[in-house]
């Protein structure tokens, strides 16, 4: 049993050599000094994070990205707190297919998503594109939204809530003094899970996209198509660095088990 | 509570959904039906029918089945030891399996776009011990989309089975090997089957996942299309939205009756009844 057990920890290992090598490999090649991506790298250098503020595009399309993942959450956040109360608190008719509503947009291939959002947001609706961008990414983070927050109110006793309103609390009042503040952990986690899923991704936003209106994931995407220098694996690098912080402050939060949990 | 102050809660959420996602998605799939104002399914037909889309379908059904499988195999003994370990390490190794999919895929795929490149890592590598004498072409073709979909997608299916395989009581282990089991057989009799929820959740999640996946065949697929990029490219380049709305009602189908049936499938097995 000890021979399995070695093997397996090998077996283990190597699954994540196969994981994490590329993401290493990438981290290096950004400090490449030459103009063309090599591995090992033939020096040291910050060339290629100084040409990220250089190249205006990343910059203008980093503020997009920012904009939309920040107010389309804080959007999701005024839909989703309501309904994800709601539907933890209250039984009632319609609830599971109302329930069905708010996951949903996980379930449809973000790329049909994208494309119907284009088709009708955009062109029906006549949106400008930027409001799109908004709306689609608030729909997008939606369910997420909704998902941890209603996990972290099954884990709220309600009859601290019935102690408020019978002794005389209103009941927005207790919502606002005695719910929100038992749930806040759970809501600065769903804010990050929510944001990095919106500043991620690609499905929706490549359909949204106009003269100087496009975000960072696109503009990476289009870039690569033209360039293959170390510019590319620099931004990779400061987004990985912001991915670890975000999924740090989850992990104190509320741990990680949402992730494991399905 | 009162019925309007529960509708108050839900509407605008709903009603924003309603117009933001039910009526887009629920108005191109019935787009898809009309065409100069009369009743038509030619798109289905001509989808149907072409050789260059059912090959492209063909291709988007064996990478996604391919990467399905791989993951399968892969991250199921992978899965078994991670949940056997100590609460400090199995944490560790479950956050550093959460990161990459935590990370932006565009940085992923591009990441695999350095090492199985002509002059990448991989061929470099080969070339310097000696075992190629040239070049292999990896990158823009299937089976780089398949190597870039595992790598998506592994994380996600061991820490599914991750979870579910901690949950199994390990005194069933205990019982089943005083009974006369070999470790190996109660692992097989035991473990595998108790899996069985968990591994077809995490199935559906990763053949769904690479079957709409659209970034990774983007960047590594080169000109080899799959049904998301084909999807893209006559939305986009061809500005075909007739047959593009055809081809988003067909992901629609294809991936409920997937999870339609997965999940009826999960019921009927699992053993817990």
Do not use: A, H, M, R
């Given at each position: 049993m000890q021979e399995k057990n070695r093997g397996l920890a090998l077996f283990t290992s190597l699954v994540f050599l196969f994981l994490l090598g590329p993401l290493i490999i990438i981290s290096f090649t950004s400090?490449?000094?030459?103009?063309v991506l090599k591995f090992p790298p033939e020096g040291f250098s910050w060339r290629w994070y100084e040409n990220i503020f250089n190249v205006e595009m990343f910059m203008t399309t980093f503020k997009t990205s920012m904009f939309v993942s920040l107010f389309g959450n804080l959007l999701a956040l005024l839909l989703g707190i309501p309904a994800a109360y709601a539907l933890s608190r209250f039984d009632f008719r319609g609830k599971g297919i109302l329930n069905g509503i708010f996951i949903s947009p996980v379930l449809i291939p973000g790329i049909v998503m994208g494309f119907a959002m284009l088709k009708y947001?955009?062109?029906?609706?006549?949106?400008p594109i930027y409001a799109g961008l908004l709306v689609g990414h608030t729909v997008l983070m939606l369910p997420f939204i909704i998902r941890v927050i209603a996990s972290s109110l099954s884990n709220f006793d309600f009859a601290i809530e019935e102690a408020a309103l019978s002794l005389g609390a209103g009941r927005l009042e207790t919502f606002f003094k005695v719910v929100l503040p038992n749930i806040r952990s759970g809501i600065i986690a769903a804010i990050l899970i929510a944001f990095l899923e919106s500043f991620n991704n690609v499905d929706i936003s490549v359909f949204m996209t106009g003269p100087g209106v496009s975000t960072l994931p696109i503009q990476m995407l289009t870039y690569v198509e033209n360039n293959f220098d170390p510019t590319i694996a620099a931004i990779s690098v400061l987004l990985m660095i912001l991915t670890a912080i975000l999924m740090f402050i989850i992990e104190r939060l509320m741990g990680l088990s949402y992730f494991t949990k399905r | 509570m009162r019925k309007t102050g529960l509708y108050l809660l839900l509407l605008p959420g709903v009603l924003f959904l309603t117009l933001f996602m039910v009526i887009p998605i629920v108005m191109t799939i019935a787009s898809t039906f009309y065409q100069d104002g009369s009743f038509t399914i030619q798109g289905y037909l001509q989808f149907l029918t072409d050789a260059y889309f059912l090959k492209i379908m063909l291709t988007t059904l064996q990478v996604s089945l391919v990467t399905t499988i791989a993951c399968v195999l892969i991250g199921f003994p992978a899965a078994y030891y991670i949940s056997k370990l100590g609460p400090r390490k199995k944490g560790i190794l479950l956050a550093l399996a959460i990161f990459p999919l935590l990370t932006s895929s565009v940085v992923r795929s591009f990441s695999w776009m350095i090492i199985l490149g002509k002059k990448g890592l991989l061929n470099s590598s080969l070339l310097a011990i000696g075992l190629i004498d040239k070049p292999l072409e990896i990158l823009y073709t299937p089976t780089a989309m398949m190597i870039g979909l595992i790598h998506l997608f592994l994380p996600l299916i061991i820490i599914t089975l991750v979870g579910v395989m901690e949950?199994?009581?390990p005194d069933l282990l205990k019982a089943a090997e005083s009974l006369g089991a070999s470790k190996l057989t109660a692992f097989w009799k035991v473990i595998v089957p108790l899996s069985v929820p968990g591994l077809i959740i995490g199935s559906i999640l990763v053949f769904v996942g690479s079957l709409t996946a659209y970034t990774t065949p983007a960047l590594l697929g080169g000109k080899q299309r799959v049904i998301s990029t084909f999807l893209y490219q006559n939305a986009?380049?061809?500005?075909d939205w007739h047959l593009a709305s055809v081809i988003a009602t067909i992901m629609i189908v294809i991936t409920f009756v997937v999870i339609y049936f997965m999940n009826k499938l999960a019921t009927k097995l699992n053993p817990k009844g």
């Open positions: 400090f490449e000094p030459g103009s947001v955009i062109v029906v609706y006549n949106l | 949950n199994i009581d986009i380049t061809l500005n």
